[in-house]
C-alpha cells in the first residue's frame, strides 16, 4: 500500500514539474514581455527598469528555479495585459468558476447514477428508451452549441433566464458567491446544465451498462430469493458494485468540467478562470496562460492522484492483488 | 504427343478474379450494404466533402469578394425577396449582404481540411512513435509512452489551445491570421497523436514476435525496412477506425476553437467562426445566420462519427 502511494505521488510529482518546465519556457521564449508590456512610445530605460523588474536579465536556471520559488508560493508574475499580479486576478476569478463546477458536477453524477439506475431497471420501458435516444443527441452535440440552443430557446425565445453573467453576487469574506441571490442562482442554471450534460450523460450510460452487468449475476438473484424488497436489491446490492468504475470514470470527469468550462463561460460570459484563460490566449497574455496551465495540472494531476488511491480504498480485490504480488 | 501440350507440373490457369470484384465480394461491402445508418452517413460525407471540394463552383456567390457583395442584401431572411434588391436567398445573408450558403460551403471547406490535415497529422506522428515504442522498446518507448500517459492527464481540447497559445505568440503580429490555419492544424493534431501511439505500439508489440516478422530479420532486412513494409500494413486497420472517430472529434476541436476565437481568423472562417459570428445575431432575430452553419456542423460531425462506429463494428467485430 504505503509503496503505491509513494510511487504514485511521486510520477504526480515528475509531472508538474514537467509541466513547470513548459510554463516556465513559455515566459521565457514566447514573445517579448517587454514589448507586450509597454506601449509605443517607450524608452530604453523604461525598458531597462522593467526588465531588472521582471528578473529577465538573469541566466535561465537562476530565472526557472527563481519562477519554481514563486509559483508554489502562488506568485505567478504581472498580467502583461492588466498590469496586474496573476494571483490576484485568479483570486478574483476563481469562485465564479468554483462554483460553476461544483453545481454542474453535482448534476452530472445525481442526475446521472439516477437516470443510469433507472433506465438499467426499466430497461424496457418507453421513457428509459427515450432517456437514452436522447442521451446520444446529448453525446454528440458539442459544448458550445448546448449553450447556444439553451440560450435561444430560455433567453431569447421564452425570456425565463438570463443569457450571460453570473447576476449578482454577494461578498462572503474573500469569495464572492452566487448562490445567495435570486439572480445569482437563476444565472448558474443555464450553464450549469450546458457544463454538466456531457459528463450526466456519460455517468448515465456507464452505471446502466454496468448495472445490467451487475443485476445478471447470482448474488443480485440470491438477494431476489432472499425476499429482499426490490429497493434493497437494487440500491443496496446492485448499485455499490457498479461503483469503481463509475468513480474512476467521474474523478477523472471532474477534471474535464474544469477544462471544458472555459468553453461553457465564453458561451455565457461567465467571469470565471476560464474566461480569463480564453482571454489571455487571444491577447498573447503569457502569465495568465501560464499560471493557469499550473493550476490546473495541480488540479487534473490531483485529482488523478485521489483517484487511483480511492480505487485502490474501494475494491479489496486490487488490496489483495497487490500484496500477494510484492 | 503434341508441342501445345503443357508439362505436367505447369500450373492450371484459372483466371484469378479481380480485386474490384473480390472487394465488392467482401464481407465489408456486405455489412456495408445491409446498414442503412452507414450508407446515409457515407452518403452525407461524400456530398459535403465534394460539395466543400468544388465550392468555388456549387456556391451562387464568392463571399471573399468584395465586388460581389451589396449591403443593401444585409438580413435577408431565408428564402425571402430582399425587400430592397428583391434578391433571394436560400439561407438568407448576414450583416454585410454575404450569402449564408455560400459562406456555409466556403467554412466547411476550412473546416474539413482543417480537420483532415490535423488527423492526418497525428496519424503520422503516431504511428511512427508508436512504432517506435513498440519495436524498439527500452529507453525510447519508456520516454514516448510517459509523455503519452502525461499528455492524456489533459483534456485534447485544453491541449490543442495551449499549443495554439504558444504557436501565437511566437508568429509576429503580421503573420498571425495567415498562419492561423497551419497552426490549428498542428494544434489539434498534436493533441491527438496519443491514441494513435498507443494502439499501434500495442499492435506493433503483438506482431514484432511473429515469425513472418522474424523472418525478414533472417534474411537481412533492415528494422527501418521491416516496420514500414512488414509490421505497418498489418497495423493499419486500428488505425483506420481510429482516424475516422479522430476526424469527427478533430471536426469537432475545430469548431470549438474557432468558435472562442483561438482558431480560424474571421478572414477566413470556418464553419466555427461562422457560428461565433451568428451568435451575435441570435438576439436581434437573426437566427439563420447561426442556425445553418451550426446545423451544418452538427450533421458533418455527427455522420463522420456514426460511420466511424460502424467502421469499427465492420473491421472488428469482436468488439462488438
Partial sequence: MLAFVIQRVAQSALVLLVVGLVAF?????????????????????????????????????????????????????????QGRPVSDILMERAPATLELAAVSGFLAIFIGIGLGVFTAIRREGFAANAIMSLSLIGVSLPTFLIGILLIYLFSVELGWLPSFGRGDTVRVGGWSTGFLTASGLKALILPSITLGLYQMTLIMRLVRSEMLEVLRQDYIRFARARGLRERAVNFRHALKNTLVPVITVTGLQLGSIIAFAIITETVFQWPGVGLLFINAIQFVDIPVMAAYLMLISVMFVGINLIVDLLYFSIDPRLRADRTKAH | MTDTQLPPDAPIAVKDPSRL???LQSDFIYTFKRSPVAMISFAVVTIMVLAAIFAPLVAPYN????????????????????AFTGDTFWL???????????????????????????????????ITLGMLAGYVGGWTETIIMRVADVQLTFPAILVAMLIFG?????????????????????????????????????????????EYVQAARLIGR??????????????LGPVLVIATISLALAIIAEATLSFLGVGAPPTQPSLGTLIRIGQGF???????????????????????????D???????????
Fill in chain 2, 222 to 235: 533492415t528494422s527501418p525496412a521491416i516496420m514500414l513494409r512488414h509490421i505497418l500494413p498489418n497495423v
Fill in chain 2, 21 to 23: 470484384s473480390l472487394a
Fill in chain 2, 282 to 308: 441570435l438576439f436581434s432575430g437573426e437566427w439563420w445566420i447561426l442556425l445553418f452553419p451550426a446545423a451544418t456542423l452538427l450533421a458533418l460531425a455527427l455522420s463522420v462519427n456514426l460511420l466511424g
Fill in chain 2, 92 to 126: 438568407g445573408t448576414d450583416d454585410q449582404g454575404r450569402d449564408v450558403f455560400s459562406t456555409i460551403l466556403y467554412g466547411m471547406r476550412i473546416s474539413l481540411f482543417v480537420g483532415a490535415a490535423a488527423v492526418l497529422f497525428a496519424m503520422i506522428l503516431g
Fill in chain 2, 166 to 210: 504558444i504557436a501565437k505568440g511566437i508568429t509576429p503580429v503580421e503573420y498571425r491570421d495567415q498562419m492561423a490555419i497551419w497552426v490549428l492544424i498542428i494544434a489539434i493534431g498534436l493533441s491527438d497523436w496519443v491514441q494513435f501511439a498507443r494502439v499501434v505500439r500495442g499492435a506493433t508489440l503483438v506482431e514484432k514476435n511473429k
Fill in chain 1, 25 to 81: 519556457s513559455m515566459f521565457r521564449f514566447v514573445g517579448d514581455p517587454i514589448d507586450n508590456m509597454l506601449g509605443q512610445e517607450r524608452t530604453q530605460a523604461d525598458i531597462d527598469r522593467l526588465r531588472t523588474q521582471l528578473g529577465l536579465d538573469q541566466p535561465f536556471p537562476v530565472q526557472y528555479v527563481k519562477f519554481l520559488g514563486n509559483a508554489v508560493q502562488g506568485n505567478f508574475g504581472i498580467s502583461y495585459r
Fill in chain 2, 310 to 320: 460502424w467502421l469499427r463494428d465492420a473491421l472488428n467485430p469482436r468488439l462488438r
Fill in chain 2, 63 to 82: 463571399p471573399f469578394d468584395p465586388a460581389s457583395l451589396n449591403l443593401m442584401n444585409g438580413f435577408s431572411r431565408p428564402m425571402t425577396p430582399n
